[in-house]
Nanobody
Framework: EGWLVASGGGLVQPGGSLRLSCAAG????????MSWVRQVPGKELEWISS????????YYSDSVRGRFTISRDNPKMMLYLRMNNLKTEDTAEYYC????????????????????RGQGTQVTISS
């Protein structure tokens, strides 16, 4: 079945940084493209970043490009999201999911596509 568990969230002041981690297990992590998505209560899921299976290609939404960096460690079955210059609008629950495109990742999160989606971690940006 496979699982993904995100961690590393917390309360940070605007301008601060966090690194999120996503641990994977019981599936062939290395053959999956991976993504990070986030959701604010009452709003739709938002895709924010993806990375190809070998880490060669990365993609970002306009809202986070230049501030966030996605990476992965296949031997450790880990996905990461380094977040710098955090803004109040980055406050959300962050999830990892399989998929390379926004449609794929969001589809996994909403069960439209087969894949794996993780337990989220809350990020709160506030002074």
């Amino acid at each position: 079945e496979g699982w993904l568990v995100a961690s590393g969230g917390g309360l940070v002041q605007p301008g601060g940084s966090l690194r999120l981690s996503c641990a994977a297990g019981e599936f062939a992590f290395r053959v999956y493209d991976m993504s990070w998505v986030r959701q604010v209560p009452g709003k739709e899921l938002e895709w924010i970043s993806s990375i190809s299976r070998e880490g060669r290609y990365t993609y970002y939404s306009d809202s986070v490009r230049g501030r966030f960096t996605i990476s992965r460690d296949n031997p450790k079955m880990m996905l990461y999201l380094r977040m710098n210059n955090l803004k109040t609008e980055d406050t959300a629950e962050y999830y990892c999911a399989t998929g390379l495109t926004a449609d794929q990742a969001l589809g996994v999160m909403t069960d439209r596509y087969f894949g794996h989606r993780g337990q989220g971690t809350q990020v709160t940006i506030s002074s």
